[in-house]
């Protein structure tokens, strides 16, 4: 007994209270740390297998591995195995696999079932959005700040286009073809103008096109789409709310989102010296990676403070600390960051695959009928209008134009959260909510072999010049 208590001191108890913060409101109606512990750490599990099952099998098919992901995802989530699941996918512990193990095998309470669920999708959520921070990094990291800002003009135009034509497009549909009121269509068209920075730029980095000039385009205009989706969704959530738009609100996001953005980009020169400097003095392990995921984390905390985005900051970390492939530290520092991201990353993707509700497609159902029509209709016009917005861009001579437009299609997390906002203002009927997830399901799915498609093209081209020059 004594040294089982010498465990629990040593152990246990550290470990409860690292997630205790998290787990506090969920802990004061019944959940017990050590429960939730053991179910994050069994989907963990079933995350990773997931997360290398799919992404291999799909590596083998040829296509990009986070596809895979995002299936496994599917597989082992709300729409199948019922594995990880959430309470927001409208499940409860009692369809939970994992909470069924627990109770089976660790002893939990069957009247703590339900709280511990909800601490469990709450750690793993915030696990989750570490995961889509540290991709943001990475990503950053790997871009050029100077190509960036050469296509910046480009990426603008693009963003903007990607925006406008999908939101006039559906808002005006809704009202004209399907007679929706204007603050639900109003919803619609601003679904559909998100982009999933984090889905396009892993896709673009596996197939090797992220520091090409269409991968530059497309990643600076899903970031400014990011911003901009923000701002809409801040003026749609208080037009559903108040029925009037918040203007100095809109106007707030406006100048901090430029702000910030502008100013660490301004700000990176500094940055890279002082880190240089710092690092090269440290003489223990981790000198160049744990003073640039301070300064990512730290950063990504700025976003969120903000009312920005934490992946937006932890995108402009990266952007300061990109010169560094010059030095011995920088190279270091992209050495020690892959493993990090590799652990941590693919935890988002299935988690977005595991809250994916395949259900909505059941035409039993009659909300899911009336909302599949309504979702042909916002899946053309999220294609439709992402796709031409590949073609503003001009002046630069011959591009593949069609990939940059594919590359802004995924709506993934973040037509999600536009989802689940407007679900919450009571402002989307039900058929309009299952069409609106669809939409976010299809595009997202759709986008990555669409990528590997029509870049694909273009890497037969790379790879015959070695050999027409030898």
């Known amino acids: ?223 400014i789409d990011d911003v901009m989706g923000i701002i809409i969704l801040a003026v749609v959530a208080s037009l559903a709310k108040t029925g009037e738009v918040d203007i100095i609100n809109v106007v707030y996001l406006i100048i901090s989102a430029s702000v910030f953005l502008v100013g660490a980009i301004l700000l990176g020169r500094f940055f890279n010296d002082g880190f240089v400097f710092f690092a090269e003095k440290f003489k223990t392990r981790g000198r160049a990676v744990i003073p640039a995921l301070t300064i990512a984390l730290f950063m990504a905390y700025i976003g969120t403070a903000i009312h920005l985005e934490a992946i937006l900051g932890a995108f402009a970390a990266g952007l300061v600390l990109d010169n560094l492939d010059q030095k011995e530290v920088g190279r270091e520092l992209e050495e020690l960051i892959r493993p990090i991201s590799d652990v941590i990353v693919p935890i988002f993707f299935v988690t977005v695959g595991t809250k994916t509700n395949l259900n909505v497609l059941n035409p039993a159902i009659p909300t899911n009928r009336e909302g599949l029509v309504i979702a042909i209709f916002l899946i053309a016009v999220a294609i439709v209008g992402k796709v031409a917005c590949g073609f503003s861009v001009f002046g630069l001579g011959p591009i593949n134009r069609l990939a940059i437009g594919v590359g802004m299609v995924p709506r993934g997390e973040v037509g999600l959260v536009f989802a689940s906002v407007g679900s919450a203002s009571g402002a989307l009927s039900p058929a309009l909510d299952v069409a609106i997830i669809l939409m976010v399901i299809l595009t997202t799915f759709l986008a990555p072999p669409l990528l590997r498609v029509v870049f694909g093209k273009a890497e037969a081209e790379t790879e015959e010049v070695p050999e027409t020059s030898g």
């Open 1 to 223: 007994m004594a040294e089982s208590n010498f465990f629990s001191e040593i152990f246990l108890f550290p470990l409860s209270g690292k997630i205790a913060p998290i787990l506090a409101t969920a802990t004061e109606t019944g959940a017990e740390p050590e429960m939730v512990l053991a179910g994050v750490l069994l989907s963990l599990v079933a995350i990773y297998i997931a997360s290398k099952a799919g992404g291999e099998f799909f590596s083998w098919l040829n296509f990009p591995p986070v596809l895979g992901e995002l299936v496994g995802g599917v597989v082992i989530g709300i729409s199948a195995l019922h594995l990880v699941i959430f309470p927001e996918s409208g499940a409860d512990s009692s369809s939970s696999v994992i909470i069924n193990i627990l109770e089976a095998t660790a002893g939990l309470a069957p009247e703590a079932a339900g709280a511990t669920l909800q601490a469990q999708s709450e750690v793993l959520d915030v696990l989750a959005e570490l995961g889509v921070i540290i991709l943001l990094f990475e990503i950053g990291l790997e871009s050029n700040i100077r190509d960036l800002m050469q296509v910046g003009v480009q990426s603008l135009i693009v963003a903007t286009v990607g925006v406008v034509l999908p939101f006039v497009g559906g808002t005006a549909g809704m009202m004209a073809i399907f007679h929706v009121s204007a603050v639900p269509a109003v919803f619609a068209g601003a679904a559909l103008t998100a982009t999933s920075i984090g889905i396009t730029s892993r896709v673009l980095t596996e197939i090797n096109r992220l520091n090409t000039q269409e991968g530059q385009i497309i990643l600076g205009a899903a970031v």
